[in-house]
């Protein structure tokens, strides 16, 4: 009998170890005393434990979302609830919370704690203050509009009783004369340790949530991210550069973690990325972009032009390649679609990010629908680290290595070439600017051609495919020892006064000539060529046979910050507003509101992006002025509120 009862509390023990191996915890860190969010499959925010004591419950909104995760919506039609935590002793804690304003104008209280009717902590769209020690700790270039991760840890040294603790959501405290407004936007997670978690538990926590959210993490030295194993599935060391805008999607089963399509929250929409199929557990794809603006750069011979942004792509415990689906907003794009012309994903799996050599994988856009989406599928993503970006060019088009010649050693050069898109077979033409020796050969698929043996000197190249689409383009054959003047590929006239542009500062000019051709066809012979409009100029630098030669393109001084500002909507019913706004590169923005009578109404900032959306309410009738700044460029807008 004996014997029996042993068993049965083994058996038990056994399931009481598989229990707490397959429960949950946010990163991974056991011991959270309180984590509410919307588990997968649920209807309503709630905890996140398996049962817990005295748990509300609130509904969702389906449309309130962040990264396709919902979340508690919080406005004047749902009265803010409160969660009753008694027995905790948070005078050693650690606090995440995840939230989004609705709008950016005035402060706003996203909770507070109290103990005994006495305010202890609050955390606001600007703040924590904690109004027992009289500690304040304010955000730093404070965007209240966009969704943010916060993390606070507590720290006091004297224990007191934890009793009639209520953890207060969205409300302003009662007891305080605090200038705050009640909270208005989504809530969509909130986890409190009582103890203060070390510092690989908190990047844990962070990781988890910033990838769940669309969130960037950023810290001191170098972004890192980590599984809830502790291993990294991001490292900033290796490509500090690529560290803006970081994104992520993946799957992580002691963290319930099962993100399958992601888009950054602070861009949303304009670059997306989902996997096709369910990956295996701690697989991860992360990405981060290089902070630069979303013009083409200047356009290498027999090769598409890509996007000055470029990212950088770490997939991590990728046992078999991950097949997904890219979408792009190009409406966000400073340069139009030219006709003819289509969207191309480009891959770089040497993570170097030149975007040229044979490894290069390309993708046209499957559909580019009329709102500017353009969708891309089948991409592939291999273990590794790998670079990404965009390009611009034809529904056939070509790709080329290129071994430059020499003119010293008279060798001649080696020219291999691509066709990207089309059908095959190729029908190709190339002929030289002397018009000799033309060439003509076909093409049987898309993989690489045969290397032709080429001279230095101006060329014409054509294909055509099976559906007779035809590709043309001229090209420069340069030589590897030609003479370079080491000038820039761009350049921006100034304000005022003239660029001069000097060929020969780095050259030694007894053995050169100058050729320079301006965008009207003018020719000058001397190294240095003031200019004063802007287009595209070509250098022809010449030593005794051997030539070089380099499009520059000058840019104007007025490029105007904004290429799209709406206001709407417009006459306003009830006050409530949007202004979108694009601007041509990432700027600061500066909003302000004044009435009929001069005066400001509202006063509102953001800063690092491209792309912004203020919003907010007037709460009286009447014609009011949107006064709208970026660097040195201001625009006015109207709003008429009925």
Request: aromatic content about 6%.
């Given at each position: 009998m004996m014997v029996k009862y042993s068993y049965l509390i083994l058996f038990a023990c056994l399931l009481c170890g598989i229990s707490e191996a397959q429960q949950i915890a946010p990163g991974g860190v056991k011991g959270a005393a309180v984590w509410y969010a919307v588990p997968k499959g649920e209807t309503t925010w709630q905890s996140c434990f398996t049962f817990p004591e005295n748990s509300p419950q609130w509904p969702i909104n389906d449309q309130a979302l962040l990264n396709y995760n919902p979340g508690l919506w919080i406005d004047q039609h749902l009265a803010p609830g409160s969660i009753s935590i008694n027995d905790l002793d948070l005078n050693q804690a650690t606090f995440f919370t995840i939230y989004q304003a609705a709008d950016s104008t005035l402060e706003k209280s996203i909770w507070h704690l109290s103990r005994s009717d006495s305010t202890r902590l609050v955390l606001s769209t600007q703040r924590l203050a904690d109004l027992q020690q009289w500690n304040y700790l304010n955000f730093s270039e404070v965007q209240t509009s966009q969704p943010s991760l916060n993390t606070y840890q507590l720290h006091t040294k004297t224990k007191s009783q934890a009793d009639n603790q209520t953890l207060h959501l969205g409300s302003v405290p009662t007891d305080q004369a605090l200038p705050l407004v009640a909270f208005q936007g989504l809530l969509p997670e909130l986890i409190i340790f009582d103890r203060v978690i070390n510092p690989e538990e908190r990047l844990r926590v962070e990781s988890y949530l910033a990838i769940k959210y669309g969130l960037s993490l950023q810290q001191q030295d170098y972004v890192t991210y980590l599984n809830t194993s502790g291993d990294t599935i991001w490292n900033g060391r290796h490509y500090a550069d690529f560290s803006n805008?970081?994104?992520?999607?993946?799957?992580?089963?002691?963290?319930?973690?099962?993100?399958?399509?992601?888009?950054?929250?602070y861009e949303p929409g304009f670059l997306t990325i989902a996997i096709e199929a369910q990956p295996q557990d701690q697989a991860f794809l992360l990405w981060g972009d290089n902070r630069q603006t979303l013009?083409?750069?200047?356009?290498?011979?027999?090769?598409?032009?890509?996007?000055?942004?470029?990212?950088?792509?770490?997939?991590?415990?990728?046992?078999?390649?991950?097949?997904?689906?890219?979408?792009?907003?190009?409406?966000?794009l400073q340069n139009a679609l030219p006709p003819g012309q289509t969207y191309w994903f480009i891959i770089d799996p040497s993570s170097e990010g030149n975007f040229s050599g044979p490894n290069l994988s390309f993708y046209p856009a499957n559909t580019l629908s009329p709102s500017g989406l353009a969708t891309f599928t089948d991409i592939e993503w291999q273990a590794g680290i790998h670079a990404f970006t965009f390009g611009v060019g034809p529904e056939m088009m070509v790709t080329s290595q290129i071994e430059a010649p020499q003119c010293q050693e008279a060798s001649e050069g080696q020219l291999s070439l691509r066709i990207l898109g089309g059908r095959a077979p190729y029908q190709c033409h190339l002929q030289p600017e002397n018009g000799q020796n033309d060439r003509h050969w076909k093409i049987e698929n898309n993989n690489w051609s045969q290397a032709l043996n080429l001279p230095a000197g101006s060329y014409s190249f054509s294909v055509e495919d099976a559906d007779g689409r035809l590709y043309r383009e001229t090209f420069f054959l340069q030589a590897a020892d030609a003479p370079v003047a080491g000038l820039e590929r761009e350049y921006t006239l100034p304000a005022q006064g003239q660029l001069v542009l000097d060929a020969g500062e780095q050259l030694d000019e007894s053995n050169v000539t100058y050729h320079w051709i301006t965008p009207d066809g003018q020719e000058s012979y001397r190294a240095q060529l003031a200019i004063e409009t802007p287009g595209t100029y070509r250098l022809i630098i010449d030593r005794q046979g051997c030539r070089s030669q380099q499009d520059i393109q000058i840019k104007s001084p007025e490029e105007d910050p904004f290429l799209r500002v709406q206001l709407f909507p417009n006459p306003s019913p009830d006050g409530q507003f949007q202004l979108r706004v694009l601007l041509r590169e990432r700027a600061t923005a500066k909003l302000a509101i004044y009435d009929a009578n001069g005066q400001i109404m509202q006063n509102q900032r953001a800063s690092d992006n491209d792309y912004y959306l203020f919003s907010g309410k007037l709460e009286q009738a009447g014609v009011y002025l949107f006064t709208l700044t970026s660097g040195n460029k201001t625009i006015s807008r109207k709003l008429i509120v009925p």
């Open positions: 805008y970081i994104t992520g999607i993946g799957r992580d089963d002691a963290t319930g973690l099962n993100q399958l399509q992601s888009s950054c929250s013009e083409l750069s200047s356009r290498e011979m027999l090769q598409p032009a890509h996007l000055k942004r470029q990212w950088r792509m770490q997939a991590t415990n990728i046992s078999a390649p991950l097949t997904s689906t890219v979408w792009l907003d190009s409406k966000r």
